[in-house]
């Protein structure tokens, strides 16, 4: 079975730090990663997917991720935040094989303006 | 946004109480999904459904059972509610079972067993 770890449940930023958020999954084969982010009292949205080729994907609002196969990594990155960021972040994943998603359980990301 | 719509929004119900939440999409995607979310677990599948009438379990289906008689209304029902089936419940829908197929999610139902 995958599983998907995102170590950070906390993390508080003041406006334009630069933000990194941790995603570790398990899982033998071919997988498909996502981000997505709840805004406070709203529901899922997707901010960026990978599937194949560059291990740099690119999403809504200036966020990016790397994929690093060698390490199980899916790390969700932003140069500069924003108090619009405030948010909680899901790292998820898929395999080939069908779209059941696993969660990560949510990082809560508060930035101060 | 997808089009999906959860109902109710907010429910408070007492413990043995049956509950239905019902999720209903304009999309006609295929599939459907429930999700419960509770702080630090992310979000848990409790059933799917791949077609009219056709369901399977997820990964936290115990005390929670499904319908879908129509393509785009999946109804999830706790027949007896217990208080720790309180949490924010969501729908998702997607065309497809291929894990190149995100996922769109409904507005989610906050529902309280006292």
């Known amino acids: 079975a995958q599983s998907v770890s995102q170590h950070n449940h906390h993390v508080i930023l003041s406006e334009a730090a630069s933000l990194e958020l941790g995603c570790n999954y398990s899982y033998g084969g071919t997988v498909n990663l996502f981000w997505y982010v709840q805004y406070p009292g709203q529901h899922l949205q997707l901010l960026l997917k990978?599937?194949?080729?560059?291990?740099l994907v690119k999403g809504i609002k200036g966020f990016e991720a790397e994929f690093i196969k060698s390490k199980f990594s899916f790390n969700l990155r932003k140069p500069s935040v924003q108090w619009s960021d405030t948010a909680e972040y899901f790292c998820a994943v898929t395999s080939n094989a069908g779209n059941m998603l696993t969660f990560g359980g949510g990082t809560r990301l508060m930035v101060k303006p | 946004d997808a089009g999906i719509t959860q109902s109710p929004r907010h429910k408070v119900t007492e413990t043995g109480t049956p509950v239905t939440l019902r999720c209903h999409q304009t999309?006609?995607?295929?599939?459907m999904y429930w999700y419960r979310q509770d702080p630090g677990h992310g979000l848990r599948l409790i059933h799917y459904?791949?077609?009219?009438?056709?369901?399977d379990k997820g990964e936290v289906s115990d005390g929670y059972s499904v319908s879908r008689s129509k393509t785009e209304d999946f109804l999830l029902t706790l027949e007896s509610a217990t208080s720790s089936q309180t949490s924010v419940y969501f729908c998702?829908?997607?065309?497809?079972?291929?894990?190149?197929?995100?996922?769109?999610f409904g507005p989610g139902t906050r529902l309280t067993v006292t």
């Open positions: 459904s791949y077609g009219v009438k056709d369901t």
């Open positions: 990978y599937f194949s080729g560059d291990p």
């Open positions: 998702a829908i997607s065309e497809s079972a291929s894990g190149f197929h995100e996922q769109y």
């Open positions: 999309e006609n995607h295929r599939y």
